[in-house]
């Protein structure tokens, strides 16, 4: 599975757009971008997920860039609540047997009031 | 409900002793998963099942063995606990790739 590239650490004002890049330069084709969220002490949440095109659902957008060599994740409002370590996850999945996902460090992203 | 729970929450035992983890989920999903998350908070997996058949077998120690009576549970059993076995351990599920997973609330395991 390709690597994953994430600033350690982001604040965002809440309200306000919080965007959360990733580079992930090696990724293959067959490989999609995966979002995940750890809110301190409990297990990580998932959150989005896509192969090349924008995707967005009812917590955040992702936006893949063309060449795939790297996204950035949108919570397009934030709230306190986001506070958390967000994780960046590239991995080929298998339909039929389920998939591993390599976690890197993450970014802590801190909002505040 | 819980969509994946795990009991217990938390489990504090000695050096040597034999420990399980219990999961279930009630999602459906045909996959699930142990991951192990230690003192510097990464995370990794250590198991997959797939309809009861073992999928993914990372490089763990022999005395973590897990266990998948039925796809809705897959225990986690450990032998000889040691120190370093100290973590939160993580159960998932998901409905085979492209998916998402459902992760569980974690077991805390302290070996003293």
């Known amino acids: 599975d390709a690597k994953t590239t994430q600033p350690p650490s982001m604040d965002c004002a809440e309200g306000r757009a919080a965007n959360l890049p990733c580079n992930h330069s090696?990724?293959?084709?067959?490989?999609?971008v995966y979002w995940y969220r750890q809110i301190h002490s409990q297990g990580p949440q998932y959150i989005i997920h896509g192969l090349k095109n924008n995707e967005t659902n009812e917590m955040a957008s992702l936006i893949i860039t063309e060449d795939r060599k790297s996204s950035t994740l949108i919570l397009p409002h934030a709230t306190l609540r986001d506070t958390a370590v967000y994780y960046c996850i590239v991995s080929s999945t298998n339909s039929n047997s389920g998939y591993a996902l390599n976690f890197g460090k993450g970014t802590s992203l801190l909002v505040t009031p | 409900d819980t969509a994946v729970s795990q009991t217990p929450k938390y489990l504090v035992t000695q050096m040597g002793n034999d420990k399980s983890i219990k999961c279930e989920q009630n999602?459906?999903?045909?996959?699930m998963y142990w991951y192990k998350q230690d003192s510097k908070k990464f995370l990794k997996i250590m198991f997959s099942?797939?309809?009861?058949?073992?999928?993914i077998n990372e490089t763990v120690p022999n005395r973590f063995s897990p266990k998948s009576p039925d796809k809705a549970h897959l225990n986690l059993h450990i032998n000889s606990l040691e120190l370093g076995d100290s973590a939160v351990y993580f159960c998932a599920s998901s409905q085979g790739g492209k998916q998402g997973y459902t992760f569980g609330s974690g077991t805390r395991l302290t070996v003293v």
């Open positions: 999602l459906g999903h045909d996959t």
């Open positions: 090696t990724i293959s084709g067959n490989e999609y």
């Open positions: 099942y797939n309809n009861k058949e073992l999928i």
